[in-house]
T-cell receptor, first 115, second 109 residues
Framework: DVKVTQSSRYLVKRTGEKVFLECVQD?????MFWYRQDPGLGLRLIYF???????EKGDIPEGYSVSREKKERFSLILESASTNQTSMYLC??????????????FGPGTRLTVT | GNSVTQMEGPVTLSEEAFLTINCTYT??????LFWYVQYPGEGLQLLLK?????DKGSNKGFEATYRKETTSFHLEKGSVQVSDSAVYFC????????FGKGTKLTVNP
């Protein structure tokens, strides 16, 4: 089975801190994604990556950056955390779209609270 | 652009009731369609999928049929269980995966 793991289930940070959220997948997937999930807004794509050292902005990249130094690891970085970044963050991975329909596999999520 | 609209919740049902969660989409071309489920405290899991018109996806007693003429992919289950309590997301994939806002289902014993 595909496994996507995220470094923390719950995280509390202070405003202005630099925050790293880590995601690791064990199925050699090319594609990796970061979403945030908020009540009434569903999932919104922050950044994604189709290959090592490659990144593309999603729908809401402002205030975030990412790093993909190794194929299995995709990090989301909040350069200076703000209270409006309090949310559930979900990581996902998938094969290229020509594979299994681009079906995405999700990690359990990190609930980040910024105070 | 591509978008997904699903019925707003929350939906509360008694065990063994019939479930329908409506989902309609707007897309260019011929997207693939998905239903994902998120159980409490967990990430999303793929529940079922369909890749072309009139395809029926099914899993765990849930079904959805890809209706191109009505641009719909409604989720149905004939008899829900307490364990089906979760948030359900309809999604389409063209270039990217686009999600609906989710529908929270609570099933009471």
């Amino acid at each position: 089975d595909v496994k996507v793991t995220q470094s923390s289930r719950y995280l509390v940070k202070r405003t202005g801190e630099k925050v790293f959220l880590e995601c690791v997948q064990d199925m050699d997937h090319e594609n990796m994604f970061w979403y945030r999930q908020d009540p009434g807004l569903g999932l919104r794509l922050i950044y994604f990556s189709y290959d090592v050292k490659m990144k593309e902005k999603g729908d809401i990249p402002e205030g975030y950056s990412v790093s993909r130094e190794k194929k299995e690891r995709f990090s989301l970085i909040l350069e200076s955390a703000s209270t409006n970044q309090t949310s559930m963050y979900l990581c996902a991975s998938s094969l290229p779209s020509t594979g299994t329909l681009g079906e995405q596999y999700f990690g359990p999520g990190t609930r980040l609270t910024v105070t | 652009g591509n978008s997904v609209t699903q019925m707003e919740g929350p939906v509360t049902l008694s065990e063994e009731a019939f479930l329908t969660i409506n989902c309609t989409y707007t897309a260019t071309g011929y997207p693939s369609l998905f239903w994902y489920v998120q159980y409490p405290g967990e990430g999303l899991q793929l529940l079922l999928k369909a890749t072309k018109a009139d395809d029926k996806g099914s899993n765990k007693g849930f079904e959805a049929t890809y209706r191109k003429e009505t641009t719909s992919f409604h989720l149905e289950k004939g008899s829900v269980q307490v364990s089906d309590s979760a948030v359900y997301f309809c999604a389409l994939k063209s270039e990217k995966l686009v999600f609906g806002k989710g529908t929270k289902l609570t099933v009471n014993p």
